[in-house]
Antibody, heavy 123, light 110 residues
Framework: QVQLQESGPGLVKPSETLSLTCAVSGYSISSGFYWGWIRQPPGKGLEWIGSIYHSGNTYYNPSLKSRVTISVDTSKNQFSLKLSSVTAADTAVYYC????????????????WGQGTLVTVSS | QSALTQPASVSGSPGQSITISCTGTSSDVGGYNYVSWYQQHPGKAPKVKIYDVSKRPSGVSNRFSGSKSGNTASLTISGLQAEDEADYYCSSYTSSSNWVFGGGTKLTVV
């Protein structure tokens, strides 16, 4: 049973960089899935941020692309999110999730999610 | 990319059926059979209920079903139960190799 756990600072100052890590257990991050980040501002809907393959291939939401970097560390079985120049609008619960590799599996969805971590942007 | 369009809220009585729509464009919902639906209870992470338009993951009740016509996908929940009260989100793969979510629908079981 795969488990995902987000971690990182719960409070980030405006204009600084938000950094989160998703630790994966029960499954090798190198075993053919994509790994994604999704966020949810308080009281609002879900927004896909980006996804990464173990090879380092990434896809980013165009609206966030200039500020987002997602990386993977296969040795630690984890992947990370960096979001630069944050503002109050980036305050949200951030989730990490697993996705089948569409090109290989021919199927697409976010099948396992972490519990989420609230990041507040405030001075 | 714009969020997919869902009704803000729907309601139904126990035992009834409800349908939630999810409207996109030919670049997402209409162009691919990769629409998924997620249930989210307050304070919890989303859980997938339907994927690839109409497939159910193992363990999901057959009261949940999905379909698609043109640029609009639909989630139907039959035999409504109190535990179905939650927020529901659709998601679609897009022609830009991205993913987009709907704005969410609050289901109330009255």
């Amino acid at each position: 049973q795969v488990q995902l756990q987000e971690s990182g600072p719960g409070l980030v100052k405006p204009s600084e960089t938000l950094s989160l890590t998703c630790a994966v257990s029960g499954y090798s991050i190198s075993s053919g899935f994509y790994w994604g980040w999704i966020r949810q501002p308080p009281g609002k809907g879900l927004e896909w941020i980006g996804s990464i393959y173990h090879s380092g291939n990434t896809y980013y939401n165009p609206s966030l692309k200039s500020r987002v970097t997602i990386s993977v560390d296969t040795s630690k079985n984890q992947f990370s999110l960096k979001l630069s120049s944050v503002t109050a609008a980036d305050t949200a619960v951030y989730y990490c999730a697993r996705q089948p590799n569409l090109a290989v599996a021919g199927t697409d969805y976010f099948d396992d999610w972490g519990q989420g971590t609230l990041v507040t942007v405030s001075s | 990319q714009s969020a997919l369009t869902q009704p803000a809220s729907v309601s139904g009585s126990p035992g009834q059926s409800i349908t939630i729509s999810c409207t996109g464009t030919s670049s997402d919902v209409g162009g691919y059979n990769y629409v998924s639906w997620y249930q989210q209870h307050p304070g919890k992470a989303p859980k997938v209920k339907i994927y690839d338009v109409s497939k159910r993951p193992s363990g999901v009740s057959n009261r949940f079903s999905g379909s698609k016509s043109g640029n609009t996908a639909s989630l139907t929940i039959s035999g409504l139960q109190a535990e179905d009260e939650a927020d529901y989100y659709c998601s679609s793969y897009t022609s830009s190799s991205n993913w987009v979510f709907g704005g969410g629908t609050k289901l109330t079981v009255v």
